[in-house]
């Protein structure tokens, strides 16, 4: 009886770890993108009480990385589509890439962009402002040799 019940154990855990692995292997497929650059290259933009900087230009493959240095959560808008562009990306969860993203205090996200082209986003900030709310615009250029 006990060798038995050891061999059901023994199956019961070769089936638990089964179905974990296809769960990851689900997972890493709705995901979608690898987490890290072609290049080797990040190009870092902050955001405050303004985007820092607003405008830069890279190579195909290089990793932009947003970084909230808010004390409350800031929305990045793409203005155009940019899921067909990207080779990579961290932070976007389980949906992967969408035209928008709510980035929580002291968080980054970053995208690696496969094709030249021109990237613009608005990042919608919370302010001290009268009005509450500052709208900063910015592009990514993605450029050969960039």
């Not at 019940?5 to 855990?13: D, E, I, K, N, T």
């Not at 770890?17 to 990040?42: F, N, T, W, Y």
């Not at 608005?122 to 709310?133: A, K, R, S, Y």
Request: charged content about 10%.
């Amino acid at each position: 009886m006990t060798f038995g019940g050891a061999h059901h154990r023994r199956q019961s855990a070769t089936t638990c770890v089964s179905i974990l692995v296809a769960a990851m292997l689900v997972v890493g497929c709705i995901g979608g993108l690898p987490s890290s650059s072609q290049s080797g290259r990040v190009q870092d933009i902050v955001i405050g009480y303004t985007v820092t900087p607003s405008e830069i230009t890279l190579a195909p493959g290089d990793e932009v990385r947003w970084t909230n240095r808010q004390g409350a959560p800031v929305d990045i808008v793409f203005l155009n589509s940019v899921q067909e562009q990207t080779t990579c990306g961290r932070g976007f969860g389980l949906g992967g890439v969408a035209n928008g993203v709510r980035l929580a205090p002291n968080r980054a996200i970053s995208l690696c962009f496969a094709t030249p082209g021109h990237v613009r986003y608005t990042v919608h900030l919370d302010t001290p402002t009268p009005t509450g709310q500052f709208n900063v615009q910015g592009v990514v250029h993605i450029e050969q040799g960039g």
